[in-house]
């Protein structure tokens, strides 16, 4: 990836964020909702990287998982939401 790609990559990450998601509310949502936000960042991320090797597929999934479970407040697809207390 160049860095001509990551303003493109950065707009279509952010068009990908649901509505409700995109103001801060301090509550946890759906995990449904989380597990299709990966998912669609993951696709996204592929789209514009492109073909890649196995490694590079496997940081593809460890950012969107990331960003889904900031985004959602889930710590991942398999775990319990994160409470801020």
Do not use: K
């Not at 196995?54 to 991942?76: C, Y």
Request: aromatic letters at 6%; hydrophobic letters at 45%; glycine letters at 10%.
């Amino acid at each position: 990836m160049t860095s001509q790609e990551i303003f493109p990559l950065a707009q279509r990450l952010q068009a990908l964020i649901p509505a409700g998601l995109q103001r801060w509310i301090g509550e946890p949502t759906d995990a449904i909702v989380r597990a299709h936000l990966a998912d669609d960042v993951l696709l996204a991320c592929d789209a514009v990287i492109g073909e890649v090797g196995e490694e590079t597929n496997r940081h593809g999934i460890v950012i969107s998982e990331a960003l889904a479970g900031f985004l959602t407040m889930w710590g991942s697809r398999y775990g319990n939401p994160r409470r801020r207390d």
